[in-house]
């Protein structure tokens, strides 16, 4: 066990010398806990400013590679094969629910939302 020095000491020796070099043992060991987790948040932080990095220099390596109107049309392909494709579908649906709640006036703010 790696506790069992301590113990031993603990129970057999009580006097305040060994007490006290307890205390600068649990001192110390605390400290270097303390500098590991602060290496490891460093690194974590390191990865992450890293990762960010890489995704900036991949976005303008596209852009550089597909030009501004290259990349405007893939952004434009994305968009509308996307999930804003079924939203513009459903516009005509909002637009009439927006006319019904424009119509039906100081009716509250509820109407615009569970209208049918």
């Not at 110390?28 to 690194?43: D, G, Q």
């Not at 109107?69 to 094969?81: A, F, H, K």
Request: with cysteine; net charge neutral; charged share 15%.
């Amino acid at each position: 066990m790696a506790s069992a020095p301590v113990q031993t000491i603990l129970e057999t020796k009580t006097d305040l010398l060994n007490f006290l070099i307890l205390l600068v043992i649990f001192y110390f060991s605390f400290l270097v806990l303390i500098s590991a987790v602060k290496t490891m948040f460093r690194i974590v932080l390191n990865v992450i400013k890293l990762c960010c990095f890489i995704v900036a220099l991949g976005v303008l390596m596209w852009i550089y590679v597909r030009g501004i109107n290259g990349c405007i049309e893939d952004i434009n392909y994305l968009v509308s094969t996307g999930q804003h494709a079924d939203l513009y579908g459903n516009s005509e649906k909002f637009t009439e629910r927006i006319q019904t709640a424009a119509q039906n006036q100081f009716k509250g703010f509820l109407s615009l939302h569970f209208s049918s």
